[in-house]
């Protein structure tokens, strides 16, 4: 798995996704919908995500994830962010040394109240989970798995650097989270291990969001386990912020699935953090999660918005 599930936690299960609980969204509990103070664009992050998927399959030490890593760097200084490139050899649990790089960009970098966004960028080099055989021997395009992460938060720079946030916001690409092997939990994640133990001296974010697959069709993100522990409070937060901009039924307020992502590094290394990622009750991850299928057909523009809306309207408080 691109990181492993551990628990269905079913009977936690209070509600679920879809398309029907999305078309039944509008009852007497919905909270009055606000009026963003910054709009995230759709459009924008889902070409963010067409860019990326272009390069081919981001796979440590191919060309695609070199020049992958240049543009996400170039991106974020465009933007006007603070950019520092961490350039490491991760060993792989097959042994294979990877030449991975983690990218950070820090905005409004003077302020000491800081939230990082965390996605990872590379891709899984073996589609796996694909039920051809001889597809399952080739890498993944990686549109869901990896780039809508990106892409939202690409988006999230482009908003930070056209009107400065009162906070100071973070944004950290990690590599090397997908080259990991099923039932081996410390083989994944390599990259934000490697970022944990290697942070800024004195930096410590108040809060820490990874976003991992979050563009999907008839995405699905309940409370993730690991979260709910780690952070219980920063969830309430997202999920009262989604709720507050009409996005209730892609954030389904219960527990769902323990799963290792990068954020378990996090709090490995005592820093509270929680993932956002799709997951659904009956079929567990996206249908294209480590497939071929994983392209840019599996994207759905309305999962963006809920995800990148949600998350702009914590930077910016809607008035």
């Not at 996605?119 to 890498?139: F, L």
């Not at 759905?300 to 910016?316: E, F, P, R």
């Amino acid at each position: 798995m691109q990181k492993m599930l551990l628990t269905a936690l079913g009977a936690l299960m209070l509600a679920s996704c879809g398309t029907q609980a999305k078309e039944s969204a509008s009852g007497a509990e919905t909270p009055e919908i606000t009026t963003p103070a910054v709009v995230f664009s759709e459009d924008s992050a889902y070409s963010y995500i067409e860019k990326q998927v272009s390069f081919g399959p981001r796979v440590p030490n191919t060309v695609a994830h070199r020049q992958t890593a240049d543009w996400l760097a170039s991106e974020l200084k465009r933007h006007g962010g603070e950019v520092t490139v961490w350039n490491a050899d991760l060993k792989a649990f097959d042994g294979t040394i990877l030449k991975a790089r983690n990218i950070f960009g820090r905005f409004n970098p003077s302020q000491s109240s800081r939230i990082l966004f965390v996605a990872h960028w590379d891709c899984r080099p073996w589609a796996d989970q694909d039920p051809d055989p001889e597809r399952s021997r080739h890498p993944v395009d990686g549109a869901n798995d990896g780039a809508s992460g990106v892409g939202v938060l690409l988006e999230i720079a482009r908003a930070a650097g056209a009107k400065t946030p009162d906070k100071g916001v973070d944004i950290l690409f990690v590599d090397a989270e997908d080259w990991g092997s099923d039932g081996d939990e410390d083989s994944w994640a390599l990259g934000a291990r490697h970022f944990v133990e290697n942070m800024p001296e004195g930096y410590a974010p108040e809060s820490v969001i990874i976003l991992d697959m979050v563009g999907g069709t008839d995405a699905c993100f309940p409370r993730e386990y690991f979260s709910q522990q780690s952070d219980p409070a920063l969830l309430d937060r997202i999920y009262a912020t989604a709720a507050s901009a009409g996005y209730a039924a892609y954030f389904p307020n219960h527990i769902g699935g323990a799963v290792t992502d990068d954020h378990v590094q996090f709090i490995k290394a005592g820093i509270p953090a929680v993932d956002i990622i799709d997951y659904r009750n009956d079929s567990g991850f996206h249908p294209s999660w480590h497939t071929g299928a994983d392209d840019m057909t599996a994207i759905d523009k309305a999962s963006l918005k809920a995800v990148g809306q949600t998350m702009l309207n914590l930077i910016y408080p809607p008035k």
